[in-house]
C-alpha cells in the first residue's frame, strides 16, 4: 500500500543536539511539506518542497533545515538553534499544486520530539 | 500573514445530533479549503475537500463554502460517539504561497 511513513515515532534530544527526522514516501507525490503542533495548537508550516533539490521557508523555519535530494524523502534536522523542539512534528505530501488550487495532504503518523 | 480562525470549542452535541463546525479566513484570494479530523495523539485526516461556492455533501458530511464571506463550514449529520475528535480547517491555493494554513482546531465532542 503506498503511503508516507516518518520515524523514529518518538525522539529525545539533549540540549545541544541536532536529530534528523526521517519522512519517505512512496506514493509518487511531487510536494511534500513538514508542520510542527504544539499542545492544542494547529499546524505550524516548517518547510516544504515541491520538486526535487528545491525547497522553501515556512512560517516558523529558524533553527531547522531540510534537503530534497531524492522525491521520495524530505529529512527534517532540528537543530541546536531551536531553542524550543519539543513538539509533535508531522510530514505530509500531496500531489504538485496545480492552476492555482492545491490538493489535500497525505500525513505521515508523526514523530513526537522531547528535549531531556 | 494569512489567518485561518476557528472556535477552539469544545462543541458538544448529543449523540444522533448535527454537529456545525465554522471557519474564517483572512485571505481573499484563497482557491481551497479542506476539512480534517484529528483523533488525539494521531496525525490529521483528509475528510473533506471544497473549491467552488455551495454545498458539497460526501456521506454524513457536507462542506459549505462562501468566499464572499471568507467562511468555510463542516455539519457532520447523525453525530456518532466516533466523531468525537479536534477537526482542523486548512485553506491553500493563493499564488504566493503553495502550501496550506491550518486554523487551531474545534474540538467536538458527542455525549451517547
Known amino acids: 500500500d503506498g503511503g508516507i511513513t516518518q520515524s523514529p515515532k518518538y525522539l529525545f534530544r539533549k540540549e545541544g543536539q541536532n536529530v534528523t527526522l526521517s519522512c519517505e514516501q512512496n506514493?509518487?507525490?511531487?510536494?511534500m511539506y513538514w508542520y510542527r503542533q504544539d499542545p492544542g495548537q494547529g499546524l505550524r508550516l516548517i518547510y516544504y518542497?515541491?520538486?526535487?533539490?528545491?525547497?522553501q521557508k515556512g512560517d516558523i523555519a529558524e533553527g531547522y533545515s531540510v534537503s530534497r535530494e531524492k522525491k521520495e524523502s524530505f529529512p527534517l534536522t532540528v537543530t541546536s538553534a531551536q531553542k524550543n523542539p519539543t513538539a509533535f512534528y508531522l510530514c505530509?505530501?500531496?500531489?504538485?499544486?496545480?492552476?492555482?488550487?492545491?490538493?489535500?495532504?497525505?500525513f505521515g503518523s508523526g514523530t513526537r520530539l522531547t528535549v531531556v | 500573514q494569512k489567518e485561518v480562525e476557528q472556535n477552539s470549542g469544545p462543541l458538544s452535541v448529543p449523540e444522533g445530533a448535527i454537529a456545525s463546525l465554522n471557519c474564517t479566513y483572512s485571505?481573499?484570494?484563497?482557491?481551497?479549503f479542506f476539512w480534517y479530523r484529528q483523533y488525539s495523539g494521531k496525525s490529521p485526516e483528509l475528510i473533506m475537500s471544497?473549491?467552488?461556492?455551495g454545498d458539497k455533501e460526501d456521506g454524513r458530511f457536507t462542506a459549505q463554502l462562501n468566499k464572499a464571506s471568507q467562511y468555510v463550514s463542516l455539519l457532520i449529520r447523525d453525530s456518532q460517539p466516533s466523531d468525537s475528535a479536534t477537526y482542523l480547517c486548512?485553506?491553500?491555493?493563493?499564488?504566493?504561497?503553495?502550501?496550506?494554513?491550518f486554523g487551531s482546531g474545534t474540538r467536538l465532542q458527542v455525549q451517547p
Open positions: 486548512a485553506v491553500g491555493g493563493d499564488t504566493g504561497r503553495r502550501a496550506l494554513t
Open positions: 505530509a505530501s500531496t500531489r504538485a499544486y496545480r492552476g492555482g488550487s492545491n490538493y489535500g495532504y497525505t
Open positions: 506514493l509518487n507525490h511531487d510536494a
Open positions: 518542497s515541491q520538486i526535487v533539490n528545491d525547497f
Open positions: 485571505d481573499r484570494g484563497s482557491q481551497s
Open positions: 471544497i473549491y467552488s461556492n
